[in-house]
């Protein structure tokens, strides 16, 4: 029998010893208890915040159920963004809004050739509660009570669907202002049960909080700070790093460019500003015009940043500028909305939600 303390001890005793050591680095930091996640969430939300533990339960379910790990960092991301959009409202009032809505309700009727009258016409009839729609939309106060009124009109009015069916104003909603589009095409694993449809789902605390989640931090970029992420929860999935790409493309083609993300046209084959400008660097890049197509439509992934297109383009960009130019920047994009009335833009709102994002980190 070997002993411990012969040479040949000694020595595998080490080997054992520095193994072990070596095996704790690799070991993953175990994860955080459900109770103690809550618990945080309670104590870095602003004091002003009512029913707490309540908004804290459904934050900690949306991490949980989307694996995302609970860290400071991503906690006060949510809850920055939140406070932003709605500070910790499931159905904010909104000032005005019976008047934005017919002013939408009628622009995009126009849009859709659908004569004004016909739309009034329609909306006087009486909805389930006694009063007409119209006197419904008079009296409105929430973007989800709007919405409401909308799937009730389209669902009972007969032909509603066909002739009403996209004059919904509401596109975004619920306490962090998601996209409703973005909730319908990311519904897979929501682990509520649906009320209706996913568009309730977005105006309800949980599923609001759920599918802002995910558009927040559902996504890889590895971007040097949050501010980045903000933008794009404004201007889409990796708008920063496409913005990045385009101010590159301008810098080494000489062609000025709209700096707001968008790489190419989305829904047309026809080549967008951005596409044509990288096309006058094909032979510069030993790159076809059908590769340069087939990179940029990567644009809303991950994958795009490994493309020989994105690592090129920037190898130039680096070598015209003498140094390693930025691979993130701001949108340049003004906020369009029917409720807003100043001059906002993409990047105002990154900055808004980064200060309460500090503000959370400090406490």
Same mark, same amino acid.
């Given at each position: 029998?070997?002993?411990?303390?012969?040479?040949? @001890?000694?020595?595998?005793?080490?080997?054992?010893? +520095?193994?072990?050591?070596?095996?704790?680095?690799?070991?993953?930091?175990?994860?955080?208890?459900?109770?103690?996640?809550? #618990?945080?969430?309670?104590?870095?939300?602003?004091?002003?915040?009512?029913?707490?533990?309540? !908004?804290?339960?459904?934050?900690?379910?949306?991490?949980?159920?989307?694996?995302?790990?609970?860290?400071?960092?991503?906690?006060?991301?949510?809850? *920055?963004?939140?406070?932003?959009?709605?500070?910790? $409202?499931? /159905?904010?009032?909104?000032?005005?809004?019976? @008047?934005?809505? !017919?002013?939408?309700?009628?622009?995009?009727?126009?849009?859709?050739?659908?004569? *004004?009258?016909?739309?009034?016409?329609?909306?006087?009839?009486?909805?389930?509660?006694?009063?007409?729609?119209?006197?419904?939309?008079?009296?409105?106060?929430?973007?989800?009570?709007?919405?409401?009124?909308?799937?009730?009109?389209?669902?009972?009015?007969?032909?509603?669907?066909? +002739?009403?069916?996209?004059?919904?104003?509401?596109?975004?909603?619920?306490?962090?202002?998601? $996209?409703?589009?973005?909730?319908?095409?990311?519904?897979?694993?929501?682990?509520?049960?649906?009320?209706?449809?996913?568009?309730?789902?977005?105006?309800?605390?949980?599923? @609001?909080?759920?599918?802002?989640?995910?558009? +927040?931090?559902?996504?890889?970029? @590895?971007?040097?700070?949050?501010?980045?992420?903000?933008?794009?929860?404004? #201007?889409? !999935?990796?708008? $920063?790093?496409?913005?990045?790409?385009?101010?590159?493309?301008?810098?080494?083609?000489?062609?000025?460019?709209?700096?707001?993300?968008?790489?190419?046209?989305?829904?047309?084959?026809?080549?967008?500003?951005?596409?044509?400008?990288?096309?006058?660097?094909?032979?510069?890049?030993?790159?076809? /015009?059908?590769?340069?197509?087939?990179?940029?439509?990567?644009?809303?992934?991950?994958?795009?940043?490994?493309?020989?297109?994105?690592?090129? +383009?920037?190898?130039?960009?680096?070598?015209?500028?003498?140094?390693?130019?930025?691979?993130?920047?701001?949108?340049?994009?003004?906020?369009?909305?029917?409720?807003?009335?100043?001059?906002?833009?993409?990047? !105002?709102?990154?900055?808004?939600? /980064?200060?309460?994002?500090?503000?959370?980190?400090?406490?």
């Amino acid at each position: 029998m070997l002993s411990p303390f012969s040479p040949r @001890g000694i020595t595998l005793l080490a080997l054992l010893v +520095l193994a072990g050591c070596s095996s704790k680095k690799n070991i993953a930091p175990p994860a955080k208890n459900p109770a103690d996640v809550q #618990a945080e969430i309670v104590r870095l939300m602003p004091a002003k915040v009512s029913n707490k533990a309540a !908004w804290a339960t459904d934050i900690a379910a949306a991490f949980r159920t989307q694996d995302i790990e609970p860290t400071t960092s991503n906690l006060c991301a949510v809850m *920055a963004v939140t406070d932003q959009e709605s500070t910790f $409202s499931a /159905d904010a009032v909104v000032p005005g809004l019976p @008047g934005i809505a !017919w002013g939408e309700i009628e622009r995009r009727a126009a849009q859709l050739h659908v004569p *004004a009258f016909v739309v009034h016409t329609a909306l006087l009839i009486k909805s389930p509660n006694g009063k007409s729609y119209s006197e419904r939309l008079d009296k409105v106060r929430s973007e989800k009570e709007l919405s409401a009124i909308f799937d009730d009109f389209i669902e009972i009015v007969p032909m509603g669907q066909k +002739l009403f069916g996209d004059l919904n104003p509401v596109h975004t909603g619920g306490p962090m202002q998601v $996209s409703i589009a973005f909730a319908e095409a990311h519904a897979k694993g929501y682990p509520y049960p649906i009320d209706g449809s996913i568009r309730h789902e977005v105006f309800s605390r949980r599923g @609001g909080i759920w599918f802002g989640t995910r558009h +927040l931090l559902g996504y890889s970029a @590895g971007y040097s700070q949050p501010l980045y992420r903000f933008a794009d929860f404004n #201007a889409g !999935w990796y708008a $920063s790093r496409n913005t990045a790409f385009q101010a590159a493309v301008a810098r080494t083609s000489g062609i000025a460019l709209a700096l707001d993300g968008d790489l190419i046209i989305y829904g047309s084959d026809r080549p967008g500003a951005t596409e044509l400008a990288v096309r006058t660097l094909g032979k510069r890049l030993d790159i076809s /015009d059908r590769a340069i197509r087939q990179a940029l439509e990567k644009g809303d992934r991950a994958e795009f940043a490994q493309t020989d297109l994105y690592r090129d +383009l920037f190898a130039l960009a680096d070598k015209m500028a003498g140094r390693r130019v930025a691979r993130e920047v701001l949108p340049g994009i003004k906020l369009e909305s029917p409720k807003i009335t100043r001059n906002l833009t993409t990047a !105002w709102f990154a900055h808004k939600v /980064d200060s309460r994002y500090q503000q959370c980190m400090a406490r």
